[in-house]
């Protein structure tokens, strides 16, 4: 499909470009770890109790890493217009939006591969509950998270003030993602038993994944523009 | 080849263009001439579809512009005023990336090839950033071209460009012209558009104002016929 060749050509474009300028990967995992060392000093992770913060710590890196990274993805397209060079080129605005989420969600899970390990390894966390759950969670979540961004990226980056009009617009239309996410997180850590309302949990946020990639891919036309 | 039929651009309460007809045939080359703000650069932006027009319709080989706007996509090399390069990638990977989603086969041999037409092969591996401004217009115009477009778009090709790079260019559009290309020139250079234009067009407050064919090669007749229009001009 075209479609698909053309957003793997972005996509490559992108992450290529980020193999050479290390800018946004950087300053994320540099982000996750400072949230992770204070974070670290905070709670002393000798006390078990400590335990009931690292659902939370997980997801804000992941959101406040990946709005780093969203601001990013369309503003830099804006240097000598290369935006565009996209649309006059023969493709349908929903390659980009797919080029772009693949680049952001491939960034995104870089930093998770690298700051959760370091998260457990600091907090001393001994993994008892279900990996393949916890993984499925976490990138299920950081999906529907992407997805959405970088749709509301498109849309704010004709602002002036789109740094602000990002997570202004992002956080409201994610919370309910963000929420199950976090619950699913902390039964699948630290209760186990409770798993079925886990599994609740996931399915929710896989039904708002589903609907609102769908929904973006179908808007993007009207977002790209001019 | 190009049909535009009553065309206008409206924007904050302001029409930049008001009712534009041409028609240009296949292969034919023409100048767009006409004062700073008179709408030049709104209408090949236009024509290359990215902004949508208030009123009027543009037909590309028959095809309509906002109907078939991908079709119409492929045909079009559009070169407006920014370079629309890549700062960290060279030459090389600028235009690799342009050809492939233009689908374009053999595309690194065409990448290579057009590099060294525009005489930067020296260059071929070195991140655009570095580049001046007229080593930068030279790669700009091998992108427009990188997937050999039936019509090309250019928005004052000549700037910044060496006496060397000048010629080049107008070799490159002089031998597309031969293969049947279409091209919509802007210029304030009377010289060039003299020299590979076969037809002038002068565009003042979003209209056109003059339109004529040139033979002889003559300079003076071209600037003759701009004085009178554009004479007094705010
Ligand atoms: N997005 C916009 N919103 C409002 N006005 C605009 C917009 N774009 C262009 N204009 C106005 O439209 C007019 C024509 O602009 P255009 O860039 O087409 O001129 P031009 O003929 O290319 O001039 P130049 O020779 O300086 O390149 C200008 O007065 C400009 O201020
Ligand atoms: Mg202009």
Same mark, same amino acid.
């Given at each position: 499909?075209?479609?698909?060749?053309?957003?793997?050509?972005?996509?490559?474009?992108?992450?290529?470009?980020?193999?050479?300028?290390?800018?946004?990967?950087?300053?994320?995992?540099?982000?996750?770890?400072?949230?992770?060392?204070?974070?670290?000093?905070?709670?002393?992770?000798?006390?078990?109790?400590?335990?009931?913060?690292?659902?939370?710590?997980?997801?804000?890196?992941?959101?406040?890493? =990946?709005?780093?990274?969203?601001?990013?993805?369309?503003?830099?397209?804006?240097?000598?217009?290369?935006?565009?060079?996209?649309?006059?080129?023969?493709?349908?605005?929903?390659?980009?939006?797919?080029?772009?989420?693949?680049?952001?969600?491939?960034?995104?899970?870089?930093?998770?591969?690298?700051?959760?390990?370091?998260?457990?390894?600091?907090?001393?966390?001994?993994?008892?509950?279900?990996?393949?759950?916890?993984?499925?969670?976490?990138?299920?979540?950081?999906?529907?998270?992407?997805?959405? =961004?970088?749709?509301?990226?498109?849309?704010?980056?004709?602002?002036?003030?789109?740094?602000?009009?990002?997570?202004?617009?992002?956080?409201?239309?994610?919370?309910?993602?963000?929420?199950?996410?976090?619950?699913?997180?902390?039964?699948?850590?630290?209760?186990?038993?409770?798993?079925?309302?886990?599994?609740?949990?996931?399915?929710?946020?896989?039904?708002?994944?589903?609907?609102?990639?769908?929904?973006?891919?179908?808007?993007?036309?009207?977002?790209?523009?001019? | 080849?190009?049909?535009?039929?009553?065309?206008?651009?409206?924007?904050?309460?302001?029409?930049?263009?008001?009712?534009?007809?041409?028609?240009?045939?296949?292969?034919? $080359?023409?100048?767009?001439?006409?004062?700073?703000?008179?709408?030049?650069?709104?209408?090949?932006?236009?024509?290359?579809?990215?902004?949508?027009?208030?009123?009027?319709?543009?037909?590309?080989?028959?095809?309509?512009?906002?109907?078939?706007?991908?079709?119409?996509?492929?045909?079009?090399?559009?070169?407006?005023?920014?370079?629309?390069?890549?700062?960290?990638?060279?030459?090389?990977?600028?235009?690799?990336?342009?050809?492939?989603?233009?689908?374009?086969?053999?595309?690194?041999?065409?990448?290579?090839?057009?590099?060294?037409?525009?005489?930067?092969?020296?260059?071929?591996?070195? +991140?655009?950033?570095?580049?001046?401004?007229?080593?930068? #217009?030279?790669?700009?115009?091998?992108?427009?071209?990188?997937?050999? +477009?039936?019509?090309?778009?250019?928005?004052? +090709?000549?700037?910044?460009?060496?006496?060397?790079?000048?010629?080049?260019?107008?070799?490159?559009?002089?031998?597309?012209?031969?293969?049947?290309?279409?091209?919509?020139?802007?210029?304030?250079?009377?010289?060039?558009?003299?020299?590979?234009?076969?037809?002038?067009?002068?565009?003042?407050?979003?209209?056109?104002?003059?339109?004529?064919?040139?033979? $002889?090669?003559? #300079?003076?007749?071209?600037?003759?016929?701009?004085?009178?229009?554009?004479?007094?001009?705010?």
């Amino acid at each position: 499909m075209n479609l698909f060749r053309t957003a793997l050509f972005l996509a490559k474009k992108d992450l290529y470009s980020e193999l050479k300028t290390k800018q946004i990967l950087t300053t994320q995992i540099i982000f996750a770890g400072l949230v992770i060392v204070v974070f670290s000093f905070a709670f002393d992770p000798a006390n078990n109790t400590t335990k009931a913060v690292i659902p939370g710590v997980i997801w804000v890196i992941i959101v406040f890493a =990946g709005i780093l990274g969203l601001n990013r993805s369309f503003i830099s397209e804006q240097r000598n217009d290369t935006m565009q060079g996209l649309l006059v080129a023969p493709m349908e605005s929903a390659s980009i939006y797919l080029g772009k989420f693949l680049a952001n969600f491939t960034m995104m899970l870089i930093v998770e591969l690298v700051s959760i390990p370091f998260l457990f390894l600091l907090f001393d966390f001994k993994f008892l509950g279900s990996l393949p759950y916890f993984i499925l969670v976490v990138f299920l979540g950081s999906f529907g998270f992407i997805a959405i =961004g970088t749709f509301l990226a498109a849309l704010a980056a004709n602002s002036k003030s789109s740094e602000m009009l990002l997570p202004l617009l992002l956080f409201p239309i994610t919370t309910p993602i963000l929420i199950g996410v976090v619950q699913a997180t902390r039964i699948i850590l630290t209760n186990m038993e409770k798993l079925a309302s886990a599994i609740a949990w996931i399915q929710l946020v896989t039904a708002y994944d589903v609907i609102f990639f769908v929904v973006c891919f179908l808007l993007i036309d009207y977002v790209l523009e001019v | 080849m190009i049909e535009i039929k009553k065309l206008s651009k409206q924007a904050d309460n302001k029409f930049i263009l008001r009712g534009i007809d041409l028609r240009v045939n296949k292969g034919e $080359t023409v100048a767009v001439l006409g004062p700073n703000g008179a709408g030049k650069s709104t209408l090949l932006k236009v024509l290359a579809t990215l902004i949508k027009p208030t009123a009027g319709h543009v037909l590309m080989n028959g095809l309509d512009l906002r109907k078939n706007h991908i079709e119409i996509k492929k045909v079009i090399g559009y070169l407006p005023h920014s370079s629309l390069l890549y700062d960290h990638y060279s030459p090389l990977e600028n235009l690799v990336f342009f050809g492939n989603i233009y689908g374009v086969n053999n595309v690194e041999q065409r990448a290579v090839n057009l590099v060294k037409e525009v005489g930067l092969s020296f260059f071929l591996n070195e +991140p655009v950033k570095n580049f001046s401004r007229g080593m930068i #217009q030279r790669i700009a115009i091998a992108r427009a071209i990188i997937h050999e +477009p039936e019509v090309l778009l250019l928005d004052e +090709p000549h700037t910044g460009l060496d006496q060397g790079a000048i010629s080049i260019l107008n070799n490159v559009i002089l031998s597309m012209k031969e293969k049947g290309t279409t091209t919509l020139m802007v210029t304030h250079d009377f010289k060039q558009a003299a020299e590979i234009c076969d037809r002038i067009i002068i565009v003042k407050n979003g209209k056109i104002v003059d339109d004529f064919r040139i033979e $002889t090669r003559n #300079q003076g007749f071209v600037s003759e016929k701009y004085e009178l229009q554009v004479e007094g001009v705010s």
